[in-house]
DNA sequence: GAGCCGTGGCA
DNA sequence: TTGCCAAGGCT
């Protein structure tokens, strides 16, 4: 293999093994930064339909910005960090304002916008505009710990700096887009977290973590906290004569924030010692006096249908479902709202309550 | 700095 | 089953 320095074997390498993806057909600053806030924290797979799906309804900068934010919501429906499609949307907003609905070429200005972050800036900037700016995410952190053998925990604000250093120092003027890409690339597809394959890399000749040894020891990242329990009773209200079923608008705020749900609430102390019928007794009498449409209501029957566990990035639900029968939809207000099964496909709910759909309403 | 914020695949 | 992980940002 003919060696020179790791900028130019890396490019050399990506511009030969890259990738093509939906999102580099061209340099649309808009299509990128799309991508780029997709992929955060997600697998390039998970996002190939997403990204395909959403550029279809929204292939513009000012198509997006005139969407509804509801709609917008469907869209990243189980993609998850709902937040991101929040700030996406504000943010091509503020393009439009401020900006005449182009993407700003500016560091401080983009990098101002909501959900745009020292990442994201610089990944958008140098791909779209190859301004030779670092894009430092998990795959860059641990190229870079490998490279040189850089021994600290790379969750650190301290250690992500020297990184930082390191790839401006690297940088290629005029290559800064196939370089940026190329670094990602490489710890997408070879450099990766379990198994690294070294011997098909372009840069281990200059890779310190394998002149030791380390390469599958390093990089070194402080362990996160288990996620914690939270018990949960729901109730899938539903009613006799068309089907409509009762939901709920999650707080602007928090966990899957503004997003819709089978009405749920904290579950008392769990006792799995409780004969059935006493919980499912207590969950009725919950379910009249915790959702208020059903107030003063009958509940014609009522039985459970099961518990789900769901595990977010910290916490983790367990939610045991019944399903209550009312004869008919009763007043209701908001956040609450009866929707029959077409009306429903039109709400975005996490992954959780769609799961109990699948398994207990008819398609 | 540390906790919050989703999801699905895989060992 | 559990833990880890994947192109982070916000508070």
Redo the contacts with the bound molecule.
Sequence with gaps: MRTGTITGDLVRWYEAARRD?PWRLDSDPYRIWV??VM??????E?VIPYFERFMGRFPTLDSLAAADGDEVDKFWE??????RAR?LHSAVREVCERYEGTVPASYDDFRSL????????G?VLSIAYNQPLPAV???VL?VIARLFAIPDDVM???TRKTVVGIVSGLLPVGRASAFN?AL??L??LLC???SPHCAECPVAHHCAARQRGLQTSLPV?A????PKDVHLTAVLAQTADDGSILVRRRPAR????GLWEIPNWAAPEPNSVDLETTVLSAARSQALSNMEPLRGRRLEEMHCLGQYT??????RWIMSVYHAQVDARSHCREPYRWVDRQERTMYTF???FNKIFREHLAQ
């Design positions: 993806l991508s780029e992929l955060q924290q997600t697998r390039v998970a189980g993609l998850g960090y709902y937040s700030n909501p959900g745009v972050g020292d990442y994201t800036a990944a995410d998990g795959n641990r650190s604000q301290k890409q990602m690339e710890g997408a990766m977290p379990k990242r362990r996160k906290s288990a928090g966990l899957l924030a769901h595990t977010f990035s910290h916490r996490g992954q959780v």
